[in-house]
T-cell receptor, first 111, second 113 residues
Framework: KNEVEQSPQNLTAQEGEFITINCSYS?????LHWLQQHPGGGIVSLFM???GKKKHGRLIATINIQEKHSSLHITASHPRDSAVYIC?????????????FGKGTKLSVKP | DAGVIQSPRHEVTEMGQEVTLRCKPI?????LFWYRQTMMRGLELLIY????????DSGMPEDRFSAKMPNASFSTLKIQPSEPRDSAVYFC???????????FGPGTRLTVL
């Protein structure tokens, strides 16, 4: 069983829709990262959080430490949001720099 | 301000050849990470450095892989000899320290024939 599970694996939405991507993990963590990988391959860090909620523009990330679950929300989705979204956790018991990655959620937003 | 710089962007080589990937982290960042991404396994950490010192190399697949960081502004990942199963995209990332947000380079797409 993977230590970091994301759902759904693939998601197709219409422009303007509200989108939710989920991440569940099985280890104790000190932080959780959300990354965005563009169709060209580049990776951008969206959020790093260890509790509560963070917001940046149309993106919102939440985490529930007790339930070992995080969600990434995109409001008013746009075709330029089409990308792979990757959840990664820092294992509390592991070496401090070692991130464990989910397999990613491929999002396609249609105009 | 320049981000993380990787070279080459693409590398095609034949099995058995030595491959060297290069990375220049963001100035002032003390942690540097090497990742490999494949369709089958996704992103995996290979090794990371703090203040030029290797901290965790448990992800390095085998002795054919080696990484160095001779100074704060340069790191290399070497594969010798290369094999077709090493074909992947190799990313370098840096951060202020290993607890902080990581900034990724554009990656090197390696193809071993």
């Amino acid at each position: 069983k993977n230590e970091v599970e994301q759902s759904p694996q693939n998601l197709t939405a219409q422009e303007g829709e509200f989108i939710t991507i989920n991440c569940s993990y099985s280890v104790g963590i000190s932080a959780l990262h959300w990354l965005q990988q563009h169709p060209g391959g580049g990776i951008v860090s969206l959020f790093m959080l260890s509790s509560g909620k963070k917001k940046h523009g149309r993106l919102i990330a939440t985490i529930n430490i007790q339930e070992k679950h995080s969600s990434l929300h995109i409001t008013a989705s746009h075709p330029r949001d089409s990308a792979v979204y990757i959840c990664a956790v820092r294992d509390y018991g592991g070496s401090q720099g070692n991130l464990i990655f989910g397999k990613g959620t491929k999002l396609s937003v249609k105009p | 301000d320049a981000g993380v710089i990787q070279s080459p962007r693409h590398e095609v080589t034949e099995m058995g050849q030595e491959v060297t990937l290069r990375c220049k982290p963001i100035s002032g960042h003390n942690s540097l990470f090497w990742y490999r991404q494949t369709m089958m396994r996704g992103l995996e950490l290979l090794i990371y450095f703090n203040n030029n010192v290797p901290i965790d190399d448990s992800g390095m697949p085998e002795d054919r892989f080696s990484a160095k960081m001779p100074n704060a502004s340069f790191s290399t990942l070497k594969i010798q000899p290369s094999e077709p199963r090493d074909s992947a995209v190799y990313f370098c990332a840096s951060s202020r320290d290993s607890y902080n947000e990581q900034f990724f380079g554009p990656g090197t797409r390696l193809t071993v024939l």
